[in-house]
């Protein structure tokens, strides 16, 4: 029996009258977080890991920020 194939929705054919924003956003997250693995030549550090999903630093005790 052949295979039946299967085409992917694309996000601008998707009905968005449906949608979960959160999962959206995640997906997108996971997107930019693929395209860095993939573009490194080595296991990036969580660091550059944090720098791709746009995390900030924890302030440190000696920080002087107010």
Known sequence: MPLKE?????????DLRFH???ALDEIEL???????VAAADRRLTAAELDE????????TADCACS
């Open 20 to 22: 979960d924003r959160v």
């Open 52 to 59: 791709v999903l746009g995390v900030r630093q924890p302030a």
């Open 30 to 36: 996971y997107a930019e977080v693929l395209s860095a």
């Open 6 to 14: 299967v085409s992917a929705l694309r996000y601008d054919e998707a």
